[in-house]
């Protein structure tokens, strides 16, 4: 037996303090009827009383292990190759609002976005990142709606400043694990800076999920100024503008270390072809193992005990 979320087994911990609650409840629930309600009035006794405090801490255990998601044995289960799901990426920190492109490499960005989830037959998600990453969209068929909620996304949108490609990629394959068993890949946009510090586990870690990592790099290699609201340009405290160039090695080496593929600027007709043929998505059905969702045993008998607890609770003062 597993167990989907097995840290919810912890509450179970308390199961002894839940017991001794309850049957505190009933002794001083007795000794109260006695003093204050006369043996005629309370009726005939309830002997099934006893049992109530150790059926409602089953009862509350049972509980505890449907919501832990219990998984007892596997079936086969036939699923399309060809929906392969997909996370896309995008970099909103402060260095994509350069407009090394004629317009900024966000606003170029969103496009490569929109045209890479609206030419994707499968699923997609969207996830946003600066030196932090937040998801915008969990996996939808609705790739129509998840693109208008990129045409929202501003420089800066996260008010974390820096740029951690490694925490995105992180977070891409949190999200991908919570996927049905279905193969997924990722689309990482960006200029390609990176400040963080976990990009080389990052990459190990999708290397050994089977998560191939596509990248595609916007802006120049000659840069340029970073603009801040009111369109200035940002500056360091000497008063020197900065300026940003984009990092298309980096980005390559992302792809090459996970068996994707690496663009550049690929603002061509044809340019994304190659994310949305059969040399990714793939064709025919696979068959993989699924667990078998066994929630409802304890949860039918989470009921049971709850209701058998109410019975005995007839008689009560």
């Known amino acids: 037996m597993t167990f989907e979320r097995s840290e919810l087994l912890l509450i179970l911990s308390v199961l002894p303090l839940v017991v001794l609650f309850l ?27 006893v049992a109530r405090p150790w059926l409602l801490s089953v009862a509350f255990a049972s509980a505890i292990l449907a919501v832990s998601g219990p998984r007892v044995g596997s079936e086969s289960v036939e699923i399309p190759r060809n929906e392969r799901d997909r996370v896309v990426l995008v970099d909103v920190s402060k260095s994509m609002s350069a407009d090394d492109l004629g317009t900024t490499r966000l606003d170029a960005a969103k496009a490569v976005a929109q045209r890479v989830m609206a030419n994707h037959a499968g699923r997609v998600a969207l996830i946003i990142f600066e030196r932090s990453a937040e998801v915008i969209s ?35 394959i949190d999200l991908a694990g919570r996927s049905m068993p279905q193969k997924v890949d990722v689309v990482l946009i960006s200029d390609g800076e990176d400040q963080g510090k976990a990009l080389q586990a990052a990459m190990a870690r999708a290397s050994t999920s089977s998560i191939a990592v596509h990248t595609i790099t916007v802006g120049t290699s000659q840069g340029g100024p970073i603009k801040t609201e009111g369109s200035d340009e940002l500056r360091d405290e000497n008063g020197e503008v900065v300026t940003t160039s984009a990092r298309a090695d980096l980005m390559e080496k992302i792809a090459r270390k996970t068996g994707g593929r690496a663009l550049v600027n690929p603002f061509g007709e044809h340019a994304l072809d190659v994310l949305v043929d059969g040399t990714i998505s793939g064709d025919g059905r696979t068959t993989v193992e699924q667990p078998i969702e066994r929630f409802q045993w304890p949860l039918a008998l989470s009921f049971l005990l709850f209701y058998c607890g109410s019975l005995t609770n007839r008689g009560a003062e």
Do not use: C
């Open 23 to 49: 049957i505190s409840r009933e002794r001083l629930r007795r000794r109260e009827a006695a003093r204050l309600v006369s043996e005629r009035l309370r009726g005939l006794s309830n002997t099934s009383r």
């Open 138 to 172: 969990p996996l939808t068929s609705d790739s129509d709606a998840v693109s208008t909620l990129l045409d929202t996304i501003q420089p800066g949108e996260l008010s974390h400043p820096g740029s951690d490609l490694g925490g995105a990629i992180d977070a891409a």
